[in-house]
């Protein structure tokens, strides 16, 4: 039985993955991360080898307002109310020949209004007033990184850079400067890793 979720997971990863990829530029909102591969779709290119990926992950919460408990209650009563109202038509529905069927769902909507309003109201007591407030919570990406297969890396390049050839340049001379950053990084480390090792014993 755990084969069908480890299989659902394979599959999910191996959609959003590519085998090599490679940065055709990144972007401070989705929307123009969006627009460039839009525009890729728009010149025909085979969008199925792009991937766009969020980096650098944060948190948002807008406060909207406070939390009182006659705010609380109101809320338990009006969900409470449209859950007994929901409840009530579907009962009215499958027993249609009762001729109860309006005060029946009058009662639903009146004991999902007194239940709603408990509930409500022993949730915020166990709170203790620890959260007077209401927000709205959101994650958001930083950079949005488009990334794709390498073997479509030039073409897709060379369609954006007719797109935008400013952002074009800069992004190239982005990777440019990655580029020479991980390579001095790793001659960098070359020398280190030569003074650790132990010198060679004598040959007799």
Same mark, same amino acid.
């Given at each position: 039985?755990?084969?069908?979720?480890?299989?659902?997971?394979?599959?999910?990863?191996?959609?959003?993955?590519?085998?090599?990829?490679?940065?055709?530029?990144?972007?401070?909102?989705?929307?123009?991360?969006?627009?460039?591969?839009?525009?890729?779709?728009?010149?025909?290119?085979?969008?199925?080898?792009?991937?766009?990926?969020?980096?650098?992950?944060?948190?948002?919460?807008?406060?909207?307002?406070?939390?009182?408990?006659?705010?609380?209650?109101?809320?338990?009563?009006?969900?409470?109310?449209?859950?007994?109202?929901?409840?009530?038509? !579907?009962?009215?529905?499958?027993?249609?020949?009762?001729?109860?069927?309006?005060?029946?769902?009058?009662?639903?909507?009146?004991?999902?209004? !007194?239940?709603?309003?408990?509930?409500?109201? !022993?949730?915020?007591? !166990?709170?203790?007033?620890?959260?007077?407030?209401?927000?709205?919570?959101?994650?958001?990406?930083?950079?949005?990184?488009?990334?794709?297969?390498?073997?479509?890396?030039?073409?897709?390049?060379?369609?954006?850079?007719?797109?935008?050839?400013?952002?074009?340049?800069?992004?190239?001379?982005?990777?440019?400067?990655? @580029?020479?950053?991980?390579?001095?990084?790793?001659?960098? @480390?070359?020398?280190?890793?030569?003074?650790? @090792?132990?010198?060679?014993?004598?040959?007799?």
């Amino acid at each position: 039985m755990s084969t069908q979720p480890a299989a659902a997971l394979a599959r999910n990863r191996a959609v959003l993955s590519l085998e090599y990829p490679m940065s055709l530029g990144r972007y401070d909102t989705y929307e123009k991360a969006q627009k460039a591969v839009d525009y890729l779709s728009d010149h025909e290119f085979p969008v199925q080898n792009v991937l766009i990926v969020g980096t650098d992950l944060k948190q948002l919460e807008r406060v909207t307002g406070r939390l009182t408990r006659g705010r609380v209650a109101v809320g338990g009563l009006v969900s409470g109310a449209w859950l007994g109202l929901f409840v009530g038509l !579907i009962f009215s529905l499958l027993g249609a020949n009762n001729g109860a069927g309006f005060l029946g769902v009058v009662m639903t909507v009146v004991f999902g209004a !007194i239940f709603g309003l408990i509930w409500a109201l !022993i949730g915020y007591a !166990i709170t203790g007033g620890n959260r007077d407030f209401t927000s709205v919570m959101q994650v958001v990406a930083t950079q949005y990184e488009v990334l794709v297969e390498h073997k479509f890396a030039t073409q897709a390049r060379e369609l954006l850079a007719k797109m935008d050839p400013m952002a074009a340049a800069q992004e190239q001379v982005r990777q440019a400067r990655e @580029q020479e950053a991980a390579r001095t990084a790793e001659q960098a @480390q070359q020398p280190a890793q030569q003074r650790e @090792q132990p010198p060679a014993p004598p040959t007799l």
